[in-house]
């Protein structure tokens, strides 16, 4: 069975930093792309961040291009989300998946096949 769990979240204030956590079980995702996505209450889940399945290439949301950073260790089966300077609207559910269809962008939910459970992020002003 396929599980993805999410750890790390928490309360932080304005400023501060977060590191996420994805951990993936039930298969190897060392060939697949995987993402974080992110649901503040009342909006749609959006796109965070993605990561090649060789760590090359990286791909960001512009409301967090170059405070976030989105790392993997495919030897570990785990994905990471480095949080910095963090703001009051960053605050939502972050969520890990793997993207699955070779034909919807990264940034596209609807292309990922897997998803964690979520973990709640904080940021108070």
Same mark, same amino acid.
């Given at each position: ?57 990286? !791909? @960001? ?6 405070? /976030?950073?989105?790392?993997? #260790? ?7 989300? &480095? ?10 559910? !972050? @969520? ?6 070779? /034909?919807?962008?990264?940034? #596209? ?7 964690? &459970? ?8």
């Amino acid at each position: 069975q396929v599980q993805l769990v999410e750890s790390g979240g928490g309360l932080v204030q304005a400023g501060g930093s977060l590191r996420l956590s994805c951990a993936a079980s039930g298969r190897t995702f060392g060939g697949y792309v995987m993402g974080w996505f992110r649901q503040a209450p009342g909006k749609e889940r959006e796109f965070v961040a993605a990561i090649s399945w060789n760590a090359i290439s990286t !791909y @960001y949301a512009d409301s967090v291009k170059g405070r /976030f950073t989105i790392s993997r #260790d495919n030897a570990k089966n785990a994905m990471y989300l &480095q949080m910095n300077s963090l703001k009051p609207e960053d605050t939502a559910v !972050y @969520y890990c998946a793997v993207h699955g269809s070779p /034909f919807r962008s990264y940034s #596209d939910r609807g292309g990922y096949d897997y998803w964690g &459970q979520g973990s709640q992020v904080t940021v108070s002003s």
